[in-house]
């Protein structure tokens, strides 16, 4: 069974090309390549790259940040290890995080801690408040790799297996993605998808390193550019999978523009595409989306968090959305 959505909601597929960059436009790419030791249930480790892309009037390009962030997480799903590097070469070991949950009270233990890297609004500081989202959708890059009821039988026995129920939109009670358990259904609908970093440009997308074996990544796009008072954001957000064929699956992928008042930060419009999604329900989380029409685009990372709560977001929306509150920093660097 599955609940009802409107046929304009249904997801359009996933994006087979990146935008052309404009002239006097910044694009800030991320990607975070998600491995284990040994598999399931064993140290995750997250290795994340950011960059910050200014295209001038002109043409000509300048990398205004290059981020990396590396995680490990322990089969507990706490914070083993966590490192910032930058363009130049220079690393700091965050000990003050080491022993943190790595999804619930993540982000609190993040504003404690490094205050100054999330005012930064740096490439940095959006792979670090992925950290939660990454460790929670990893485990999806063995379904494409081993039998699902084995699968789910491994997860039970590691404690990986939940009651889902009111999560998020796409697991709101009679959803198909629940089980009668509340745990979550494998039955995901994916699509294959096109390594976008391949693109023709070769500044589209900073360096992506394609990982053998079983992984998963986490990608993001946001452009952004002014026409007189009026900013503009073009995005992406994709979750997906390396596949045994070499190829990908994508489970999760939003595209999203917004626009916003350059001089008081208001968010004016903002509009989102489901093009990948799990679950039938999954999309009904687009329809919550204008109630963040009027704030300003700092306080998107906190806000989203309470009005799109619980059935009333999709986890992975939220993160698309969230970001929108770097956009005015990148506005600066134009």
Do not use: K
């Given at each position: 069974m599955?609940l ?5 909601l249904?997801p359009?597929g996933p994006?087979?090309a ?5 002239p006097?436009?910044i694009?800030?790419?991320t ?5 284990w ?6 140290t995750?480790?997250l ?5 910050d ?9 300048n990398?205004?940040?290059d981020d990396r962030?590396?995680?490990t997480?322990?089969p507990?799903?706490r914070?083993?290890r ?6 130049a ?7 003050e995080?080491?022993?943190?949950g790595a ?8 504003a404690?801690h490094?205050p100054d890297v ?5 490439p940095?500081?959006?792979?670090i408040?992925d950290?939660?989202?990454?460790t929670l ?9 081993k039998?699902?009821p084995l699968?789910v ?5 590691a ?6 129920t009111g999560?998020?939109?796409?697991f ?13 259904r ?11 970093a391949?693109?023709a ?5 900073h360096?992506?390193i ?7 990544r986490?990608l993001r796009?946001?452009d952004v550019w002014t026409d007189?008072?009026r900013i503009?954001?073009d995005?992406?957000f994709?979750d997906?999978?390396t596949?045994?064929d ?6 999760h992928?939003?595209?999203?523009t917004?626009?916003?008042?350059r001089?008081?930060g208001?968010?004016?419009s903002v ?10 329900e999954?999309p009904?989380?687009v329809?919550?989306i204008?109630?963040l029409?009027g704030l300003r ?6 806000v ?11 986890t992975h ?6 970001a929108l ?5 990148l506005?600066h660097?134009?």
């Open positions: 599955s009802p959505v409107d046929e304009h249904v359009t994006v087979d990146t935008p052309p960059r404009r006097g436009s694009r800030r790419t990607s975070i390549d998600m491995t030791d040994d598999g399931l249930g064993t995750l480790t290795a994340g790259r950011g960059r892309l200014l295209t001038e009037r002109d043409g000509s390009v990398i205004v940040a962030v590396a995680v997480v322990t507990e799903r914070i083993e966590l490192v910032l590097e930058d363009a070469g220079r690393s700091r070991i965050v000990d995080l080491a022993g943190a999804m619930g009270g993540f982000r609190n233990a993040v404690e490094l999330l005012a930064e609004r740096s940095s500081s959006l792979l408040d950290v939660p989202g990454a959708i990893s485990g999806f890059a063995f379904s494409r790799w039998p699902i699968l039988e491994s997860g039970r026995e404690g990986l297996t939940r009651d889902m999560i998020c939109t796409g709101q009670p009679g959803s198909s993605g629940l089980a009668p358990d509340g745990s979550s494998w039955n995901h609908r994916t699509r294959p998808v096109r390594l976008l391949e693109d440009d070769p500044h589209a997308w360096e992506i394609e990982p053998a074996g079983i992984s998963m986490r796009r946001i007189g008072e503009h954001v995005s992406m994709q997906s999978s596949t045994p070499g190829g990908r699956d994508a489970v992928e939003y595209t999203l917004a626009t916003a008042d001089r008081t208001e968010l004016l509009d989102a595409v489901p093009r990948v999604l799990p679950y039938a999954c009904l989380a329809r919550n204008d109630q029409v685009l700092e306080q998107l990372r906190r989203v968090l309470e009005r799109l709560a619980g059935v009333a977001g999709c929306l939220n993160d698309a959305l969230r509150a770097d956009v005015s920093h506005t660097q134009l």
